[in-house]
């Protein structure tokens, strides 16, 4: 489940690489944004919700696709920045590093936050911090040590994802409640955009995709595209399933940081059922925050030639001083990441994708068409949703 750093995959998940590189992508995805969709979507309205969540998750599906295109455009191996500035200059890099120091910062704070308060769930003792301690120093260590989540990590743990969403659908078929469905309010609709931005960010990962693929570089098309679109079919279930129990008047009645989906599931359903949703929330976000603690770590690493145990201190330090201070509640902090983070990263990638198909030094696997008018539409979208954030 876990590897050293420059270490091959042996066995059958050396020959399946499609399907490590898809959950690599699923794995980032999905952390800690399933857990804030189902609050803000009942503010404004399911079916609205249930819109939002295909239109954004469309979006990323071709801006995923547009940076594979990108990477495979690409003979040198970079994060982010590095694509940045081989295609649009210094600024470049510059703007796509603060986006993702937001973005990345942002995603750790909002990892520790909901874990603890989870696990904290789950045992029933202790406080959250405690819990949030816990699991810093675990991943943490395990980063240390050049330990990633690989693909076979990733593969089981989502597949224990699936399992527990059916599962929790099964169990709270009876306790579902229509008239928690059918709430619509106009003045809230873009109260969910930040935190589903948030929830389908996967953009890190696309560059350890290419790695993980090899010499299958012409999988790589299937591989994003199988990775970007089971997120939204399941945002989408366990969003109807939170919702229907939950409602937004109990939701209401909840602290900052018992609005996370899970931990509100298990106040208003059986007890097993919120072990059972808790244990999803602690599975996704452990996946997802060593995929995130580990490319903020190459990044500083990498791009920027910082030592190891610096970018290990960097990476690390400013999300626990955010936590161990309460400077902001978990849905806060997702909704600010996913407009800021999530606005500029798309804004970039689409400059990114078409200087690319200039610029490029390699030709790619696969080639996607220059798609000016979506392209414009994306970026508007995003600058609305900044725009939002800040005023």
Same mark, same amino acid.
């Given at each position: *489940?876990?590897?050293k750093?420059?270490?091959?995959?042996?066995?059958? !998940?050396?020959?399946?690489?499609?399907?490590?590189?898809?959950?690599?992508?699923?794995?980032?995805?999905?952390?800690?944004?399933?857990?804030?969709?189902?609050?803000?979507?009942?503010?404004?309205? !399911?079916?609205?919700? /249930?819109?939002?969540?295909?239109?954004?998750?469309?979006?990323?599906?071709?801006?995923?696709?547009?940076?594979?295109?990108?990477?495979?455009?690409?003979?040198?191996?970079?994060?982010?920045?590095?694509y940045?500035?081989?295609?649009?200059?210094?600024?470049?890099?510059?703007? +796509?590093?603060?986006?993702?120091?937001?973005?990345?910062?942002?995603?750790?704070?909002?990892?520790?936050?909901?874990?603890?308060?989870?696990?904290?769930?789950?045992?029933?003792?202790?406080?959250?911090?405690?819990?949030?301690?816990?699991? !810093?120093?675990?991943?943490?260590?395990?980063?240390?040590?050049? %330990?990633?989540?690989t693909?076979?990590?990733?593969?089981?743990?989502?597949?224990?994802?699936?399992?527990?969403?059916?599962?929790?659908?099964?169990?709270?078929?009876?306790?579902?409640?229509?008239?928690?469905?059918?709430?619509?309010?106009?003045?809230?609709? /873009?109260?969910?955009?930040?935190?589903?931005?948030?929830?389908?960010?996967?953009?890190?990962?696309?560059?350890? *995709?290419?790695?993980?693929?090899?010499?299958?570089?012409?999988k +790589?098309?299937?591989?994003?595209?199988?990775?970007?679109?089971?997120?939204?079919?399941?945002?989408?279930?366990?969003?109807?399933?939170?919702?229907?129990?939950?409602?937004?008047?109990?939701?209401?009645?909840?602290?900052p940081?018992?609005?996370?989906?899970?931990?509100?599931?298990?106040?208003?359903?059986?007890?097993?059922?919120? %072990? !059972?949703?808790?244990?999803?929330?602690?599975?996704? +976000?452990?996946?997802?925050?060593?995929?995130?603690?580990?490319?903020l770590?190459?990044?500083?690493?990498?791009?920027?030639g910082?030592?190891?145990?610096?970018?290990?201190?960097?990476?690390?330090?400013?999300?626990?001083?955010?936590?161990?201070?309460?400077?902001?509640?978990?849905?806060?902090?997702?909704?600010?990441?996913?407009?800021?983070a999530?606005?500029?990263?798309?804004?970039?990638?689409?400059? +990114?994708?078409?200087?690319?198909?200039?610029?490029?030094?390699?030709?790619?696997?696969?080639t996607?068409?220059?798609?000016?008018?979506?392209?414009?539409?994306?970026?508007? *979208?995003?600058?609305?949703?900044?725009?939002?954030?800040?005023?």
């Amino acid at each position: *489940m876990l590897k050293k750093r420059g270490s091959e995959e042996k066995g059958f !998940f050396a020959n399946h690489k499609l399907a490590i590189a898809s959950t690599t992508l699923i794995g980032t995805i999905i952390g800690a944004g399933i857990l804030g969709i189902p609050y803000v979507i009942a503010k404004t309205g !399911f079916v609205y919700g /249930l819109l939002l969540i295909i239109l954004l998750g469309g979006a990323y599906v071709f801006l995923n696709l547009f940076l594979g295109e990108v990477i495979l455009r690409t003979k040198k191996q970079h994060q982010l920045p590095g694509y940045a500035e081989k295609y649009l200059g210094k600024w470049g890099k510059r703007l +796509m590093t603060l986006s993702m120091f937001i973005g990345l910062y942002g995603a750790l704070t909002a990892y520790l936050i909901g874990e603890g308060a989870a696990l904290h769930t789950i045992f029933g003792w202790g406080v959250p911090l405690m819990y949030t301690f816990i699991f !810093f120093a675990i991943t943490v260590y395990i980063i240390y040590r050049g %330990i990633k989540a690989t693909g076979k990590a990733e593969l089981i743990l989502i597949s224990l994802l699936f399992l527990v969403v059916v599962f929790i659908g099964l169990l709270s078929y009876n306790q579902i409640q229509f008239s928690n469905l059918v709430h619509f309010d106009l003045t809230k609709i /873009l109260v969910p955009y930040g935190v589903i931005v948030f929830a389908f960010v996967g953009l890190p990962s696309i560059p350890e *995709m290419q790695e993980e693929l090899g010499r299958e570089k012409k999988k +790589m098309k299937k591989a994003i595209l199988v990775g970007s679109v089971i997120p939204i079919v399941l945002y989408i279930a366990f969003s109807l399933i939170i919702i229907g129990i939950v409602g937004l008047e109990n939701f209401e009645l909840l602290g900052p940081n018992e609005r996370i989906a899970t931990i509100a599931l298990s106040l208003y359903s059986n007890q097993i059922l919120g %072990i !059972f949703a808790n244990l999803l929330a602690v599975l996704a +976000m452990f996946t997802s925050f060593l995929t995130i603690g580990t490319a903020l770590v190459e990044i500083f690493e990498y791009d920027y030639g910082v030592s190891r145990r610096t970018s290990l201190l960097l990476t690390f330090s400013l999300p626990l001083l955010i936590v161990l201070f309460k400077l902001t509640s978990f849905i806060v902090v997702l909704g600010i990441t996913g407009a800021i983070a999530g606005g500029l990263d798309g804004i970039l990638v689409m400059l +990114m994708y078409w200087k690319a198909k200039k610029l490029g030094d390699r030709k790619p696997e696969y080639t996607m068409g220059k798609h000016y008018i979506l392209g414009v539409f994306l970026i508007l *979208m995003f600058v609305v949703g900044i725009a939002y954030q800040f005023f």
